[in-house]
């Protein structure tokens, strides 16, 4: 959705891998703002964004407006759409389904690169595809992060130097939770929760997950695993993830 940074870099950086054009698209979709004041604030940088894409060798930009939005088929997100992000963004993943099918019927890519910052939608655009025997193969890349470890975001851009130090803590939260994988339990997390209290997050979820399912697990020992994290931290919202192999 533009705002472009090393994170969205890091995308073209693998598709270049393959030898073939790289197509990339900006479009601040309306369908997946269910915040209509998050949807006018967005950071929209074009300019500095063409740049980006230049220096990295993006084939192609395509900018569509929103008449790409005209008499477009509606897709319904399944059940997995609604936990995680989706719990408090009713129609969220409606929204991305749409336009990302939307993009696939323009362009035909014969893949596709999401990150892995935002699993569910990953595994959600996975699902898709395979559900309708799309000849697309989807991709992963790993999240790209600061000296930190916060995840980059384009929503970052609303949070100071100082902010973002203390923002780091979420990526923090889930290596302990790695690093003590052996022990993990339901006090555990509660701990980690509250600490992340302390600096100033208001969580949506702290969750161990299904890496395919989304569900949420009660049995600890049970791997892989992914914990998914989601907080507002000086009104930004960010989300957060590790897979524990």
Request: proline share 5%; hydrophobic share 30%.
């Given at each position: 959705m533009g705002n472009l940074h090393v994170g969205?870099?890091?995308l073209?950086?693998?598709a270049s891998n393959y030898n073939d054009p790289i197509f990339t698209s900006i479009f601040v979709n309306p369908l997946q703002f269910n915040d209509k004041k998050d949807f006018e604030r967005y950071?929209?940088?074009?300019?500095n964004d063409i740049k980006i894409l230049e220096s990295?060798?993006?084939s192609c930009l395509y900018l569509p407006d929103e008449s790409i939005l005209d008499n477009i088929s509606k897709i319904n997100a399944p059940s997995k759409a609604n936990f995680l992000c989706g719990l408090d963004r009713p129609g969220h993943f409606d929204g991305v389904l749409t336009i990302v099918n939307k993009l696939f019927e323009i362009i035909k890519p014969s893949r596709a690169i999401f990150g892995l910052k935002d699993y569910q939608q990953l595994i959600l655009i996975s699902d898709f595809v395979n559900h309708n025997n799309l000849p697309i193969e989807i991709i992963s890349a790993e999240t790209v992060r600061d000296k930190n470890g916060l995840a980059m975001s384009s929503r970052n851009n609303?949070?100071?130097e100082s902010d973002k130090l203390i923002a780091s803590e979420l990526y923090k939260a889930l290596k302990i939770i790695e690093e003590n994988k052996e022990k993990i339990s339901k006090e555990f997390i509660d701990q980690?929760?509250?600490?992340l209290i302390t600096f100033g997050f208001s969580l949506d979820y702290l969750q161990l997950c299904d890496l395919n399912t989304l569900d949420q697990i009660e049995d600890m020992s049970k791997k892989p695993i992914l914990i998914a994290i989601a907080a507002n931290f000086k009104g930004i919202r960010l989300i957060d993830n590790l897979i524990i192999k």
């Open positions: 969205h870099a890091s073209i950086d693998k950071p929209i940088t074009l300019d990295y060798n993006c609303h949070l100071s980690i929760t509250d600490k």
